[in-house]
Nanobody, 122 residues
Framework: QVDIMESGGGSVQAGGSLRLSCAAS???????MAWFSQKSGERRELVGS???????EYGYGLRGRITVSRDSANNILYLQMNNLEPDDSAMYYC?????????????????WGQGTQVTVSS
């Protein structure tokens, strides 16, 4: 039984910071964990991914303002978000791919959390 749980979203003012967390259980040790963002009516886009060995990749939207990290032993994924902008407002989802390689395409991921809302006000 796979379970994905996100936390840490909320409302912040522009320039503020948030740290999102995702706890995954029931997944294989060889996996990729990733954050995706989705605005209403738009496609789901990669924020950042990280392999079980710590190799991180980022999308373009928040590049330079975010850091993905993980506690691979406990399958916990983090997203540190700094200097947030109103355009960063979106639902943020944690996703897990049950294989070694990471992808930017959300269709490659097997399991998803319910999402956590991030709202940035100006």
């Amino acid at each position: 039984q796979v379970d994905i749980m996100e936390s840490g979203g909320g409302s912040v003012q522009a320039g503020g910071s948030l740290r999102l967390s995702c706890a995954a259980s029931g997944i294989t040790s060889e996996n990729c964990m990733a954050w995706f963002s989705q605005k209403s009516g738009e496609r789901r886009e990669l924020v950042g991914s990280i392999s079980a060995t710590g190799l991180a990749e980022y999308g373009y939207g928040l590049r330079g303002r975010i850091t993905v990290s993980r506690d691979s032993a406990n399958n916990i994924l983090y997203l540190q978000m700094n200097n947030l902008e109103p355009d960063d407002s979106a639902m943020y989802y944690c996703a897990v791919r049950g294989r070694r390689l990471c992808y930017s395409n959300p269709d490659q991921y097997d399991f998803w959390g319910q999402g956590t809302q991030v709202t940035v006000s100006s």
